[in-house]
């Protein structure tokens, strides 16, 4: 007669299944599993950045076994840098503005865009980076409006994905976001109201757990950090409207919005396109319209496409690592240098 | 949704609570329920309308083929109700590839998950009704939850309507030892799918995708892994699949018995997806085999064949399909034709029935169904021969790809390292080797009703196990796109 599976039963199961889910937590805080920072949301400027009055340092790692480790640090201002970003420095400021690329934390700190550019631009300028993970182009457009109220750069560099625009459209009917999403309907483009982020309990917890951190960063899907990868069918005429409209909408903004500051658009390039010696007619057409809106407000493009596919053809080394999209060492090198050769052809100061 | 998801680990234990609590009259409800949500999650509504039309029809006609006296009105409808389920799987599974070659006809996008496994068990409960071994089935819940029981839905078992549908309509909780090997059994195939079949695939895919790139060697090893990788991949599933139904007290059919051991091609089909060779050999095999029997073995032989390049044709609408199922049917209309001579080749030639030839036989039968295995993973015929040219390049001037392969494994793999991905498949296969010559049932069964100190590490290990080493990212089980 087999035994009934009864209440009792059950309950002491569920502490048991309780029990070895700990000892699995446990065993992942000591490999460790990726760790970040906390989000907070600063209502004066409507704006999601890292909680500088919590943990302010941190490593993220990467692999199944967390073989690659890089560390990271929250400074005052609440963005990932090894050092402070004083409100009034006496060089000018180059900002960089972007997602989780310019925020760099798949680098060691100092080793991500913020800290090559410092290095190769010297003296001359202060670096200040501006990324936060998962910003789309409408959010890069919010996160320069705080810079520039509060930081006047010089020089803002804005990191762009091709396929980062549509993405900044919320879809129709969908409730408010923590971040800037565009309402969309042809030829008109608006700003969707934001809703103020409040961390709740239960969601501190779930982000901190580490059997959480590690299914989401160290379990990734191969290319995770990748922006939605670009269908390989060309853009139907709505679609193309659709793109032209919303960069026509925020690259008139940022010239608007900043004036005196050299707004320079870095372009990424399609790697995995480069990799496999082709170019789909969709990534030709998007880039020729940045390039083309761009234009029309005298926006500067950086485009990524030439200095790596001339990289790789010459070594052959790739620009990502091998299971994440994100720039790798090599990567950051290449738009670090790139930028750099922009900025000194502007011959400032 | 995929059984190794997020989704699915909630929506089990989910299901399983609620199936302990429900009333009894309300639990093939529940579990209909159960499987249309499990269903609609794929995210494609015109699946739960085919799963609908099958269900209704084949009711329907069921229905009327038990009402009918006329043994003639009975063949008829019978027929009748084969041509729509066979209709609606046409429409679902080759409609898209039609419409990839001809921009005109609409279904480019059509997705056929599952509808080629419950079409079969339609098929073949219209045939047991028609020739009255099941009687027609009268309460609609329960036939629609024959066809959608969803640990079965997405891949099969291929379940006959006589070994299901009574365990259905008496659904009872299992008992505490079922639960627990029923989580051993759906452990056992989260590790075969997670931590092997998908490991294995680090080796598959580059030098499937790359053929040119490689020599001999390393094709054959592609080969080889690939073979393995297929097994894991539908056994793991498949165990998933049993131990799931265990849950809720329903023994599925087991649709593998280490296949690669077998010593002969028929076989290799009576341990290979089990309940899907049952259903062609009942079901198409059994009819031709009776219309030709006039031609002795060379029918047998013709029906073999026929029977075979069908099952290519299930597969899908592909050249290398259709030579997948040709390859097995030839072997198999040999294998008759041999087989009256088989004792006096053996005698001849001196073979007796020791060790050397049982394990002579074993690796033949692995390397014919290998070659069949090379039509059915290359992307189209034209691979397929390149592959099997490529393999006679054993020793030629061209690199063997053991670099391009290593680099290929680097860049797909979650550790970025050759090393640790070989060392753990190596395990991963020693573990299950040993699980296969050590652990019997009985075995299993004292460890399974052993106290918890002893039990909680090994539960323990394997979680850790799985969480640490299994790919979780990658595509679905390879049989559910057929």
């Not at chain 2, 159960?34 to 006609?61: E, I, K, M, N």
Request: aromatic letters at 12%.
């Amino acid at each position: 007669m087999a035994q009934p599976i009864t209440g009792a039963y059950l309950r002491a199961a569920a502490a048991k299944a309780a029990l070895l889910i700990c000892l699995v937590e446990l065993t992942l805080r000591l490999l460790p599993a990726s760790d970040g920072p906390y989000t907070t949301f600063d209502p004066r400027f409507a704006l999601l950045k890292y909680d500088s009055r919590k943990q302010t340092d941190g490593y993220q790692t990467a692999g199944n076994l967390a073989q690659r480790r890089t560390r990271w640090h929250v400074n005052r201002q609440g963005w990932n840098s090894p050092y402070d970003y004083p409100p009034e420095a006496r060089k000018p400021v180059l900002a960089l503005v972007g997602n989780s690329y310019v925020e760099g934390m798949t680098q060691d700190l100092g080793q991500g865009l913020e800290g090559l550019l410092q290095r190769r631009l010297g003296d001359r300028y202060n670096c200040y980076s501006f990324g936060f993970s998962s910003a789309r182009l409408s959010q890069d457009l919010n996160i320069a409006r705080y810079v520039h109220q509060v930081f006047h750069p010089r020089i803002l560099v804005l990191a762009l994905f091709d396929t980062d625009v549509l993405s900044s459209v919320a879809a129709p009917g969908a409730p408010a976001q923590h971040t800037l999403a565009f309402r969309y309907a042809p030829g008109q483009v608006q700003e969707a109201p934001i809703r103020p982020f409040v961390p709740r309990w239960g969601i501190r917890v779930f982000e901190k757990l580490a059997l959480v951190r590690y299914f989401a960063v160290n379990k990734q899907q191969p290319f995770a950090g990748d922006p939605v990868p670009a269908p390989d069918r060309p853009m139907q005429a709505e679609e193309q409207q659709a793109y032209t409209d919303i960069l026509d909408y925020t690259f008139r903004r940022l010239r608007d919005e900043h004036p005196g500051t050299t707004v320079m658009l870095v372009l990424d390039a399609p790697r995995r396109e480069i990799y496999a010696g082709t170019i789909q007619p969709r990534t030709l057409q998007a880039r020729a319209l940045i390039r083309a809106v761009a234009g029309r407000y005298g926006l500067q493009v950086v485009d990524l496409y030439g200095p790596m596919a001339a990289r790789y053809r010459a070594n052959g080394v790739k620009f990502n690592s091998d299971t994440d999209y994100h720039w790798n060492s090599c990567g950051f090198r290449v738009v670090a240098d790139a930028v750099a050769e922009a900025v000194d052809r502007l011959q400032e100061p | 949704m995929p059984f190794p998801s997020l989704r699915y680990l909630l929506f089990l234990p989910t299901v399983f609570l609620l199936f302990l609590g429900v009333a009894e009259r309300h639990r093939w409800l529940l579990l209909l329920a159960a499987s249309l949500a499990f269903y609609a999650a794929l995210d494609a509504p015109v699946l739960l309308l085919v799963l609908a039309a099958v269900t209704l029809s084949s009711y329907g006609f069921g229905w009327a083929i038990g009402a009918a006296t006329d043994p003639r009105r009975c063949r008829r409808l019978t027929a009748g109700g084969i041509l729509v389920n066979l209709a609606i799987l046409a429409v679902m599974k080759y409609l898209p590839v039609l419409a990839q070659h001809w921009e005109r006809l609409p279904g480019r996008t059509l997705v056929s998950v599952g509808v080629s496994y419950y079409v079969l068990q339609a098929i073949a409960y219209l045939v047991d009704v028609d020739l009255e071994l099941e009687p027609p089935e009268r309460h609609l819940g329960h036939f629609a939850l024959y066809l959608a029981f969803f640990p079965k839905l997405l891949q099969g078992p291929i379940e006959r309507a006589g070994d299901l549908l009574p365990q259905l309509k008496a659904l009872r909780p299992p008992g505490r030892d079922q639960a627990r090997a029923a989580l051993f059994q759906i452990v056992r195939g989260l590790f075969l799918k997670v931590v092997l079949a998908d490991r294995l695939r680090l080796l598959v895919d580059p030098v499937f995708a790359q053929v040119g790139a490689y020599a001999g060697p390393t094709l054959a090893l592609a080969v080889y892994a690939f073979a393995l990788q297929i097994y894991f991949d539908f056994a793991g599933y498949t165990d998933m699949a049993l131990g799931a139904a265990r849950l809720f007290g329903v023994r599925l059919t087991p649709n593998f018995d280490a296949p690669y051991l077998a010593r002969s091609i028929p076989a290799f089909w009576r341990r290979w997806h089990i309940s899907f060779s049952r259903w062609i050999l009942d079901y198409l095999f059994k009819p031709l085999q009776f219309q030709w029997r006039d031609a002795r073995a060379w029918g047998t032989s013709a029906a073999l064949l026929v029977t075979f390049l069908l099952s290519g044709l299930w597969h899908g609408a592909s050249g290398g399909f259709l030579v997948w199922g040709g390859l097995h049917g030839l072997y198999l209309a040999a294998s008759v034709q041999y087989r009256p001579y088989q004792a006096r080749w053996h005698q001849a030639l001196g073979l007796g029935e020791g060790r050397l030839l049982a394990v002579g036989q074993r690796v033949l039968t692995f390397h014919l169904v290998c070659l069949a295995w090379v039509f059915f993973r290359a992307a189209s015929l034209g691979e397929a021969w390149r592959v099997l040219a490529g393999l006679t390049h054993m020793t030629t001037g061209r690199a063997a790809g053991w670099d391009t392969l290593a680099t290929r494994i680097r860049e797909a793999s979650e550790s970025g390292s050759v090393v640790q991905e070989l060392a753990v498949l190596g395990a991963g296969l020693a573990l299950l080797a040993a699980g296969r010559a050590f652990a019997s049932p009985e075995r299993l069964r004292r460890f399974l009703a052993a106290p918890a100190w002893l039990r909680f590490p090994c539960y323990y290990l394997a979680v850790m196990g799985l969480v640490l080493f299994g790919y979780f990212s990658r595509p679905a089980f390879a049989y559910v796109r057929f």
